[in-house]
T-cell receptor
Framework: DVKVTQSSRYLVKRTGEKVFLECVQDMDHENMFWYRQDPGLGLRLIYFSYDVKMKEKGDIPEGYSVSREKKERFSLILESASTNQTSMYLC???????????????FGQGTRLTVV | AQTVTQSQPEMSVQEAETVTLSCTYDTSENNYYLFWYKQPPSRQMILVIRQEAYKQQNATENRFSVNFQKAAKSFSLKISDSQLGDTAMYFCAFIPYSGGGADGLTFGKGTHLIIQP
């Protein structure tokens, strides 16, 4: 059974703290993504990675960075958390498989982060 | 850049009724995939149905079907015989075929569907 696991369901952090959100997938997927979900705004792409040590900015990368040292793990880092980063964060992964034409993304259960 | 528009922030229907959620998109790509994802209160995103743009036949999955109009760039989801468990946020999403999906999905803002008993 495919699985994307996010390390925390709920997280409360203080303004200015460095925050790490971890995501692990067990499907040997090449692509991994971090989305931010806010009411009325849908899901917006923060960063994505298509290979180990590779990373690309999405639509809203400001205030975030990422790390992908191993294929199965993709970390989202808030260098100095701010209250406007209070949100739901969703990790996803997918296969880079042109031959299989498989672009379905599998999602973790989300981390609801509150910055106080 | 692609955009996906869902014009219905919230919908409410009675159990067993049929409901249609609308989605339009804008792209210059010719080959792409369209998806409907469901997010129940558990927050787990679940793929409901997928449509490949080069296929003219509309996709169906049990009670779920789509009306894909490529020229109009429209991709609506029809849920027949709606059930209480269908209550969820529904997101329409787009991904171009080029790049193998590495650029990620572009999502609409979602439609909150409520099934009333």
């Amino acid at each position: 059974d495919v699985k994307v696991t996010q390390s925390s369901r709920y997280l409360v952090k203080r303004t200015g703290e460095k925050v790490f959100l971890e995501c692990v997938q067990d499907m040997d997927h090449e692509n991994m993504f971090w989305y931010r979900q806010d009411p009325g705004l849908g899901l917006r792409l923060i960063y994505f990675s298509y290979d180990v040590k590779m990373k690309e900015k999405g639509d809203i990368p400001e205030g975030y960075s990422v790390s992908r040292e191993k294929k199965e793990r993709f970390s989202l880092i808030l260098e100095s958390a701010s209250t406007n980063q209070t949100s739901m964060y969703l990790c996803a992964s997918s296969s880079l498989s042109i031959q299989a034409l498989n672009t379905e993304a599998f999602f973790g259960q989300g981390t609801r982060l509150t910055v106080v | 850049a692609q955009t996906v528009t869902q014009s219905q922030p919230e919908m409410s229907v009675q159990e067993a009724e049929t409901v249609t959620l609308s989605c339009t998109y804008d792209t210059s790509e010719n080959n792409y995939y369209l998806f409907w994802y469901k997010q129940p209160p558990s927050r787990q995103m679940i793929l409901v149905i997928r449509q490949e743009a080069y296929k003219q036949q509309n996709a169906t999955e049990n009670r779920f079907s789509v009306n894909f109009q490529k020229a109009a760039k429209s991709f609506s989801l029809k849920i027949s015989d709606s059930q209480l468990g269908d209550t969820a946020m529904y997101f329409c999403a787009f991904i171009p075929y080029s790049g193998g999906g590495a650029d990620g999905l572009t999502f609409g803002k979602g439609t909150h569907l409520i099934i009333q008993p």
